[in-house]
């Protein structure tokens, strides 16, 4: 059975000006063990449906199905906690608190004890490529590249088995961006997780296991 799904779901922005139809009348079934790149223009409303299948937002029509039960009638902290792990477009650090807090943080949210914790964060800061040098810096103290591979840390450290990624290779080099797929692509096909990216970048499309387009708010699956 597909981990996510998504049922005719359309969403759509209102204000008191206007009505913009970001994602339009979209159905699609997402499996574990595969990589899926969702491709397409900017503003064709990839970030708008990562948040659907995130949870931090429901769909205006029609439902997002985690293992079967709609998004709407499930805890959605306790599934964003849980059961998805995200790497946000704009990476959403917490600015006041230092590197290591940073992908410490979540892992004591859930629990986990502070030394099990430090250890598990340090373990993939050095799996994205960085070193101690940066445990004790604050966000704003590090590069574009080396704060969105913090990001790719602190949702390494989740053991929820559907990882999203907003660009999460748009601020890294050719190396680093290697370093990153095979990452995402080994938790995919080696520990079955369900990785769902979504990328500017067709080199890194090509390496997933599907290519969707998304284009004005629709789907389109790439044979
Ligand atoms: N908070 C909002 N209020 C109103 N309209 C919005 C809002 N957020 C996004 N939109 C609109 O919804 C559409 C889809 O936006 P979305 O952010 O999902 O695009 P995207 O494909 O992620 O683009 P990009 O590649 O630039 O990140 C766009 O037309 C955008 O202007
Ligand atoms: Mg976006």
Not at 40 to 65: F, H, I, W
Not at 130 to 158: F, H, K, N, W
Not at 200 to 208: G, L, T
Request: hydrophobic share 40%; charged share 20%.
């Amino acid at each position: 059975m597909a981990i996510l799904e998504l049922n005719n779901v359309t969403y759509i922005y209102k204000n008191k000006w206007q009505t913009t139809r970001a994602v339009n009348n979209v159905s699609y079934a997402f499996d574990c063990g595969k990589v899926y790149a969702i491709v397409g223009k900017s503003g064709s409303g990839k970030t708008t449906l990562l948040s659907m299948l995130a949870g931090l937002d429901t769909p205006t029509e029609g439902q997002v199905l985690f293992d079967g039960t709609p998004t709407n009638k499930i805890n959605r902290d306790a599934y964003r906690r849980n059961s998805v792990s995200v790497i946000y477009q704009s990476y959403n650090l917490f600015p006041l608190l230092t590197i290591l807090e940073n992908v410490t943080y979540p892992l004591e949210l859930c629990g986990m004890k502070p030394a099990s914790a430090r250890e598990k964060a340090k373990k993939m800061i050095e799996v994205v490529g960085l070193t101690d040098v940066v445990y004790r810096r604050y966000p704003a103290m590090l590069s574009g590249g080396e704060q969105q591979r913090i990001a790719i840390a602190r949702a390494l450290c989740s053991s929820a088995k559907v990882m999203l990624a907003d660009e999460p290779t748009g601020n890294l080099d050719t190396e680093n961006t290697a370093n990153i797929i095979s990452i995402l692509k080994d938790l995919a096909h080696r520990e079955g997780y369900c990785v769902i990216i979504v990328t500017h970048d067709m080199a890194v499309a090509e390496k997933a296991d599907v290519i969707i387009r998304m284009t004005d708010g629709n789907l389109i699956p790439e044979a």
